[in-house]
Nanobody, 117 residues
Framework: QAQFRESGGGLVQAGGSLRLSCGAS????????????MAWYRRAPGSQREFVAS???????NYRDSVKGRFTISRDNADNTVYLQLDNLMPEDTAVYYC???????WGQGTQVTVSS
């Protein structure tokens, strides 16, 4: 069973913005979310899932080079939510976006982000 649920995707034009949210799919998983390093990943059509950004329990962040300066990962441990702010979106950002704790292997359905040129 998927442990996390993603939302916030949509269709935007190049240069636009979206804010993705990640929450626990069940109350039992909120502790995992609030105590673990969390990450966002994405899978473009015909490609493998790839790392996008991560955030440690203490707030240290890491990004793949292609999104640095455009995407921002954050977390609200009190609200048990992890966010990914996507700014200045490009068509190559089109993908299904997933969240998971770092090292997690069970995946949810993700949220579709489509960027038109």
């Amino acid at each position: 069973q998927a442990q996390f649920r993603e939302s916030g995707g949509g269709l935007v034009q190049a240069g636009g913005s979206l804010r993705l949210s990640c929450g626990a799919s069940r109350v039992a998983y909120t502790r995992i979310l609030s105590t673990s390093a969390m990450a966002w990943y994405r899978r473009a059509p015909g490609s493998q899932r790839e790392f996008v950004a991560s955030i440690s329990r203490g707030g240290a962040t890491n990004y793949r080079d292609s999104v640095k300066g455009r995407f921002t990962i954050s977390r609200d441990n009190a609200d048990n939510t992890v966010y990914l702010q996507l700014d200045n979106l490009m068509p190559e950002d089109t993908a299904v976006y997933y969240c998971n704790y770092v090292g997690g292997t069970i995946w949810g359905q993700g949220t579709q982000v489509t960027v038109s040129s």
